[in-house]
Every structure is written in C-alpha cells, then in structure tokens.
C-alpha cells in the first residue's frame, strides 16, 4: 500500500533553516508529480510547491518562492523539501502528497514545523 511518512519538523527561529524529507513507499515513486502542503494553525490547506516526476519541473507559491526549495531523489523514493529564510507565518502541519491527474490521491500525516523565537 500506498505509504508517504514525513520527518524533519521542529522549533525553529525566524530567519532559520530546516529540511523536511518524505518517504515513499509502495508505488512507482519516480512516475509521479509530487507536492507540499501545508496548513497553518485554525487556516485551510495551502499548496506550497510540486515537482515533476524526473525532477526537472518545479513550482512554488508565491508566499515560499526564492526561500523554499523542492527536490527529490528517485533512487532513494525521497521528496524534499529545503526551507531557508524561515518566517512566524510558515508555521503549518507541511503534508507530502502524491499526485494522481492534477489531483492529489495520497497525503502522508504530517511534520509540524514551528517557527518562533
């Protein structure tokens, strides 16, 4: 079945760093668009960024765009996602979800990352 696991949350200071990774597991993780979203607290999901199966197609929302970078390795069945320059607003649940036709089949549960002095 179907398994996307995130890690890499924490405590962060504005202007900070952190790396979330997801692991993927039980499809042909290098045949599909993979995303990023993410919802902060008491708001709806927020699209953060996606990528292209082979990883040479990227986009951002314009609220990470320059600050986050995504990226993944097919050989290890591992999505990405860098983010730099780090801001009280990017703390949200950031979910990786696996795309199926420009709609999203399968979410993991979720890496908590809190930015906060």
């Known amino acids: 079945q179907v398994q996307l696991v995130e890690s890499g949350g924490g405590l962060v200071q504005p202007g900070g760093s952190l790396r979330l990774s997801c692991a993927a597991s039980?499809?042909?993780?290098?045949?599909?668009?993979m995303y990023w979203v993410r919802q902060a607290p008491g708001k709806g999901l927020e699209w953060v960024s996606q990528?292209?199966?082979?990883?040479?197609?990227?986009n951002y929302a314009e609220s990470v765009k320059g600050r986050f970078t995504i990226s993944r390795d097919n050989a290890k069945n591992t999505l990405y996602l860098q983010m730099n320059s780090l801001k009280s607003e990017d703390t949200a649940v950031y979910y990786c979800?696996?795309?199926?036709?420009?709609?999203?089949?399968?979410w993991g549960k979720g890496t908590l990352v809190t930015v906060s002095s």
């Open positions: 979800a696996k795309d199926v036709n420009y709609a999203i089949d399968y």
């Open positions: 990528i292209k199966p082979d990883g040479g197609n990227t």
């Open positions: 039980g499809f042909t993780f290098s045949s599909y668009w």
